[in-house]
Every structure is written in C-alpha cells, then in structure tokens.
C-alpha cells in the first residue's frame, strides 16, 4: 500500500522558517514527479512547487525566492524548505507524487500538514 507521510507542519511567526517533509512508503519517489500544493480554507488546492525526477523544479509566482522543493532519493523523501514566510502562507500542505503512463497514470496524495503564519 502507497503513503505518503508529511511532516514538519506548526505554527510561525511571519517571516519565520519551516521544512516540510514528504516521506513515501510502498512508492519510489525516483521516476515521480513531486508536488508540494497547499489549500486554504475557502479556497481550491493549489500547486505550490514541482520537482522532476532530473532535479528540475517549477515555483509558483507566490512563493519564488522563497520556498526551494528537493529530493533526497537515499532517504526517499522530498522536502519544501519555507523562508520568509508570510500569514498568506497559511494553508494545508499536501505532498503528491505523479507519473505519467500512457494506460495507468500513477496519483498519490498525503494526508496534509497544517502551517500556520500568524504572530
């Protein structure tokens, strides 16, 4: 059975740091593509930042120079390292890996882990 754990979820003060981890179990992250995407209460989830199985990362508008994705495959475990972070910032982070298969096309989600910028 696939999980997808995260970790790394608190309360901050605004401008404050966070790293969010993103454990599998029952997955190799290695071919995935990674996601790290937040939602709001009120609002519809959203991709925060991606990461490519060569390295390759892509960063919403809202959270460039800020927010850095990585991957550690020894470890099997992505990561979202959170600086400078801001109340806006506030939201469930989920962890999703994805792979592209023309027939089965693989879609795992995490359970989410709560952040909370506020002072």
């Known amino acids: 059975q696939v999980q997808l754990v995260e970790s790394g979820g608190d309360l901050v003060q605004p401008g404050g740091s966070l790293r969010l981890s993103c454990a599998g179990s029952?997955?190799?992250?290695?071919?995935?593509?990674m996601g790290w995407y937040r939602q709001a209460p009120g609002e519809q989830r959203q991709l925060v930042a991606r990461i490519t199985s060569t390295g390759d990362t892509t960063y919403a508008d809202s959270v460039k120079g800020r927010f850095t994705i990585s991957r550690d495959g020894a470890k099997n475990t992505v990561y979202l390292q959170m600086n400078s972070l801001k109340p806006e910032d506030t939201a469930v982070y989920y962890c999703?890996?994805?792979?592209?298969?023309?027939?089965?096309?693989?879609?795992?989600w995490g359970q989410g882990t709560q952040v909370t910028v506020s002072s």
């Open positions: 999703n890996a994805y792979l592209m298969l023309l027939r089965n096309p693989r879609d795992y």
């Open positions: 029952g997955i190799i992250f290695t071919p995935y593509v």
